[in-house]
């Protein structure tokens, strides 16, 4: 079992930054690819950005390139999203997942999902 906790959300103005966390504990060694998905109210849950485990395969969803920046620390067992340019339309609660099953872009292409933390990006 891979526990994830996912932390740094809060509000922000549009065209702000803002770091998301995700510290995992537990069976670490499987958690390989890591990635990030939001969901806002009423809406469907969206891949975000995805890192492999040697963080040369970074993946992001075309709403998001170029703003954000997936990293991953394997030492401390932490990845991050770094999120630029911010939105009001990237206003949602954020979900860490690690242990890929395939695609990594896909919803529920993992074995595990942090509890989320909200963004609010206000305009």
């Known amino acids: 079992q891979v526990q994830l906790v996912d932390s740094g959300g809060g509000l922000v103005q549009a065209g702000g930054s803002m770091r998301l966390s995700c510290a995992a504990s537990?069976?670490?060694?499987?958690?390989?690819?890591m990635g990030w998905f939001r969901q806002a109210p009423g809406k469907e849950r969206e891949f975000v950005a995805a890192?492999?485990?040697?963080?040369?395969?970074?993946y992001y969803a075309d709403s998001v390139k170029g703003r954000f920046t997936i990293s991953r620390d394997n030492a401390k067992n932490m990845v991050y999203l770094q999120m630029n340019s911010l939105k009001p339309e990237d206003t949602a609660t954020y979900y860490c997942?690690?242990?890929?099953?395939?695609?990594?872009?896909?919803?529920?292409?993992?074995?595990?999902y942090g509890q989320g933390t909200q963004v609010t990006v206000s305009s």
């Open positions: 890192v492999t485990w040697s963080a040369t395969g970074k």
């Open positions: 997942a690690a242990g890929a099953i395939d695609d990594p872009t896909h919803v529920h292409g993992y074995h595990y």
């Open positions: 537990g069976r670490t060694g499987s958690s390989n690819t």
